[in-house]
């Protein structure tokens, strides 16, 4: 995936990536852990009655230029433009979220990238339960400790995987999905269904995650949470907090 405007310089230094990236799993990882640490996970565009762009120039101008963050086709996005651009083969992945109540379509975009005839899923864009780094394909029904977190990538079929996450002593699914190559392009309908249809958690309220080496800020609607390996803190902010939390918290403008 390329952008006209995409400058790989220019998105290290967004993410505060050091040295010299190569194509190499080290690379891979580093520059997942760096992005999810910098850009966060959000959805003001939607909350403001705005679909987000999917163009590649509009998410690098949007994430790298204005600083700000977004939902999983625009993260995964950005991350796609550097790994094009420092030789990583990747493919979009299409994914059905597993977190609802209801079985769900495959709105949800991740990214299977391959290094040296290994492939790990990437995600940086499933908010508060997303991985924190790269998991190979081939660890399978086995414990994935990732910082304070454990997950488990298992098969429910020939072809499908399913990505889950250990909460509260039991197996939460997230999302299932398969090897089937996608474009980008091909996510706008459910892109436009995720900011635009009334029962989308996005449209709902408003979701901002950043993850942090120590833990994961949260902010969802009126209430604001830390969670760490130490615990949870939590509190209910109001609508001048919100604007303050933004840009103390998450690095944010609201009226970018």
């Keep these: 995936m390329k952008?006209?405007?995409?400058?790989?310089?220019?998105?290290?230094?967004?993410?505060?990536?050091?040295?010299?990236?190569?194509?190499?799993?080290?690379?891979?990882?580093?520059?997942?852990?760096?992005q999810l640490f910098s850009v966060p996970f959000e959805n003001l565009d939607v909350q403001a009655g705005r679909v987000p762009?999917?163009?590649?120039e509009a998410i690098c101008a949007k994430i790298v230029e204005r600083r700000r963050g977004g939902y999983c086709y625009e993260v995964n996005g950005i991350f796609a433009m550097a790994l094009e651009a420092v030789g990583i083969?990747?493919?979009?992945?299409?994914?059905?979220?597993?977190?609802?109540?209801?079985?769900?379509?495959?709105?949800?975009?991740?990214?299977?990238?391959?290094?040296?005839?290994?492939?790990w899923l990437c995600d940086l864009g499933f908010g508060s339960y997303g991985i924190r780094e790269p998991v190979n394909l081939r660890w399978l029904d086995r414990e994935i400790?990732?910082?304070?977190?454990?997950?488990?990538?298992?098969?429910?079929?020939?072809?499908?995987?399913?990505?889950?996450s250990?909460?509260?002593?039991?197996?939460?699914?997230?999302?299932?999905f398969n090897r089937c190559p996608q474009e980008l392009l091909d996510f706008e309908p459910a892109n436009?269904?995720?900011?635009?249809?009334?029962?989308?958690?996005?449209?709902q309220g408003l979701i901002v995650?950043?993850?942090?080496?120590?833990?994961?800020?949260?902010?969802?609607?009126?209430?604001?949470?830390?969670?760490?390996?130490?615990?949870?803190?939590?509190?209910?902010v109001s609508a001048e907090e919100v604007l303050?939390?933004?840009?103390?918290k998450f690095m944010l403008d609201g009226n970018r």
Excluded: C
């Design 53 to 56: 762009s999917l163009a590649p």
């Design 166 to 176: 250990l909460v509260d002593g039991a197996w939460k699914n997230l999302y299932e």
């Design 3 to 34: 952008a006209a405007n995409f400058h790989l310089p220019s998105y290290l230094a967004r993410i505060g990536f050091e040295g010299e990236p190569s194509p190499d799993f080290d690379t891979l990882k580093r520059l997942m852990r760096r």
């Design 244 to 248: 303050e939390l933004l840009k103390r």
């Design 89 to 119: 083969p990747y493919q979009f992945v299409a994914a059905r979220p597993m977190t609802y109540a209801i079985r769900r379509p495959k709105t949800h975009v991740a990214i299977i990238a391959s290094v040296d005839g290994t492939e």
């Design 209 to 236: 995650v950043l993850q942090h080496e120590s833990g994961k800020a949260m902010l969802s609607g009126d209430r604001f949470r830390y969670v760490s390996k130490g615990g949870v803190e939590e509190m209910i």
């Design 192 to 203: 436009w269904l995720n900011a635009t249809h009334p029962d989308s958690i996005f449209v």
């Design 145 to 164: 400790g990732q910082d304070y977190d454990t997950f488990r990538l298992t098969t429910v079929s020939d072809r499908d995987y399913l990505l889950q």
